[in-house]
């Protein structure tokens, strides 16, 4: 017969107390492990930004059809997108450009914001033609706003380039919030413009195969950022951030966009407007770069060029770079 010991607690399944207690501690310790995992490397969030819209120039080689417009339609996520207000008079389509925008606009997954009327580059023009630039870039949105009951509340500088120096970046940032702007921030971009044009390349000289290879690249790269830039927020806030990327409306997103959020979801992302990311707290830092060049937000709320730079050189190279040149250079020509 099994004899007990005298005056020693039981505990569950039999356990004596003592052995009770030390489980119970074990348990609580791993729950807190597995929920402080769960927070650090759970589902993420990004936000969709689309610049440089409308594309008419693809619109009226596209026989008046948005390919890009058309699909987002089928995936059902938030956009925003910045316009350009210039791109509508570009050709002689102005009529149907019109339109276009106006389709853009009604969207009802779809938020405003200003991207200048023509696309210049604040440091290079200084603050008094940019003003200008802003107020012309307004001057059809605010109408189409209007009708859709829509609002215009977040500005995204060509290029990201908020000002050759911190005096242009903060007398910028005045008259911007003065006419009661947001300015837009981004964390995540994959150079898609570039690799855009070397897709177009291909298609222009009717080789699919090497299109869709780069068109494949894209998707690979752009993952390969958006592990980067998690890795980074990780490792400097210790949690994932609500991230935004910034594409381009163009006819490389228009055949590809798709897939590229497909492999999004495939790594568990969810898909917020810009108005919920920017309710993260990260976005309430102070942004500390004052140089013309577009540069994630991760790095620009960071204390010193050096930081930026110890962590630039880990990201993933842009191996078309080179392609890009050969294939510009020899259009120069």
Excluded at 24 to 41: G, P
Excluded at 192 to 207: G, R, V
Excluded at 220 to 240: M, P
Aim: charged fraction near 25%; charge should be positive.
């Amino acid at each position: 017969m099994f004899l007990r010991k005298k005056n020693t607690a039981v505990g569950f399944a039999g356990c004596p107390f003592d052995m009770k207690k030390q489980l119970i501690h074990q348990l609580i310790s791993l729950l807190i492990l597995v929920s402080l995992s769960y927070f650090a490397n759970g589902q993420s969030s990004v936000a969709i930004t689309i610049d440089d819209v409308p594309n008419t120039s693809n619109y009226q080689m596209g026989s008046f059809k948005s390919i890009l417009l058309n699909k987002l339609d089928s995936l059902k996520i938030p956009i925003t997108i910045f316009i350009n207000g210039g791109n509508v008079f570009r050709n002689d389509s102005v009529e149907k450009n019109f339109s276009l925008l106006n389709q853009w606009i009604k969207r009802d997954y779809i938020t405003l914001g200003n991207h200048t009327y023509s696309h210049s580059r604040y440091s290079s023009v200084g603050i008094d033609s940019f003003k200008i630039d802003v107020g012309k870039g307004e001057n059809n949105l605010h109408e189409l706003a209007l009708k859709h009951r829509k609002s215009l509340k977040y500005f995204r500088f060509p290029y990201n380039d908020l000002g050759k120096d911190s005096i242009q970046h903060q007398d910028m940032e005045k008259y911007l919030s003065s006419r009661n702007y947001t300015i837009a921030p981004y964390t995540v971009e994959s150079s898609d413009w570039m690799i855009s044009y070397i897709y177009n390349y291909y298609l222009e000289k009717k080789d699919t195969l090497k299109a869709n290879e780069i068109a494949e690249s894209y998707i690979l790269k752009t993952i390969e950022y958006f592990d980067f830039f998690d890795s980074l927020a990780l490792k400097i806030y210790g949690r994932r951030i609500k991230q935004v990327y910034l594409c381009h409306d163009n006819i490389l997103n228009g055949n590809y966009l798709p897939k590229l959020i497909n492999e999004l979801k495939k790594k568990r992302y969810t898909f917020i407007s810009l108005d919920e990311a920017l309710q993260d707290d990260v976005y309430k830092q102070e942004d500390k770069y004052y140089k013309p060049w577009g540069v994630s937000w991760l790095y620009r709320w960071m204390n010193t060029r050096e930081e930026i730079t110890s962590f630039q050189k880990h990201e993933p190279k842009d191996d078309l770079y080179d392609l890009y040149l050969q294939l510009s250079n020899q259009n120069k020509k």
